[in-house]
């Protein structure tokens, strides 16, 4: 077990844990089911993989701001503005990798900023105060559900999940 110097280091901890089973996920589907949506309404494997990135870019630069406004824009306005980088990949490869560098840049900007930033209280999206730090969870449970829906499309498309193998010991 880890010797955390803070509930920051903490949460960067949970959150690379996360992320690192979406990334084990993505790399489980082949690339030639990234457009794969299991009904008409819903996201394909390829923009469940965008959104997961491009939610963790903006809660990355609105938490570490000084000014930090989940109100500065519209949503999808708010989620353009630090996701270029996210809609410019294409490929599995670029995905992949992107996930793991966006996650790596952001883990180094949070420790900038430091916890007593990340203890601050913000105004969050429903007009309630909160603090950065539990913001910064609510992002990484958003990368969990997502990581579960990442889940039930490989069951549908015959693909045993990467966290199965791994339980299993495979």
């Known amino acids: 077990m880890s010797a955390f110097k803070s509930l920051l280091e903490e949460t960067l901890e949970a959150w690379e844990d996360t992320r690192l089973g979406i990334v084990d996920e993505v790399e489980n589907i082949p690339e030639d089911q990234f457009d794969f949506k299991p009904a008409d309404e819903v ?3 390829r923009e469940q993989v965008l ?3 491009e939610v963790a870019m903006m809660m990355t630069g ?3 701001r000084d000014d930090t406004d989940f ?3 519209p949503w999808p306005k ?3 503005m630090y996701a270029e980088e996210a809609y410019q990949a ?3 490869a670029e995905l992949v990798e992107l996930l793991k560098s966006q996650l790596e840049s952001a883990i180094k900007q949070f420790k900038e900023v ?6 601050q209280f913000i105004e969050r999206f429903d007009g309630s105060p909160g603090t950065r730090l539990a913001w910064l969870e609510h992002g990484i449970a958003q990368e969990m559900y997502h990581r579960g829906q990442l889940t039930v499309y490989e ?10 193998k791994k339980i299993k010991g495979g």
């Not at 430091?114 to 203890?119: N, P, R, S, Y």
């Not at 069951?155 to 199965?164: F, S, V, Y």
């Open 114 to 119: 430091g916890e007593l930033h990340m203890l």
């Open 155 to 164: 069951r549908l498309m015959g693909i045993e999940p990467a966290l199965t």
């Open 90 to 92: 294409k490929t599995k």
């Open 62 to 64: 609105e938490l570490t």
């Open 51 to 53: 959104h997961i990135l």
């Open 78 to 80: 708010l989620l353009k």
């Open 43 to 45: 996201r394909s494997v």
């Open 71 to 73: 109100k500065r824009a």
